[in-house]
């Protein structure tokens, strides 16, 4: 379940549909790409290719 209260903003990722990598991956592909910090407590979305899955990255 993922409380909304507390949060500061919400990124699509666009153009990364790799489902398979690990949190790692996806913390590099955030800084990259979007030029945020991932510890700010915002929440980052990334959508599978065919738009069946949906991940939701926030950390704390």
């Given at each position: 379940?993922?409380?909304?209260?507390?949060?500061?903003?919400?990124y699509?990722v666009?153009?990364?549909?790799?489902?398979?990598?690990?949190?790692?991956r996806?913390?590099?592909?955030?800084?990259e790409?979007?030029?945020r910090?991932?510890?700010?407590?915002?929440?980052f979305?990334?959508m599978?290719?065919?738009?069946r899955?949906?991940r939701?990255?926030s950390?704390d």
């Open positions: 379940m993922l409380s909304v209260t507390g949060l500061n903003h919400f699509y666009r153009d990364f549909t790799d489902m398979r990598c690990k949190h790692s996806v913390l590099s592909v955030i800084r790409r979007l030029h910090e991932p510890n700010d407590g915002d929440v979305i990334v599978s290719r065919n738009r899955i949906v939701m990255f950390f």
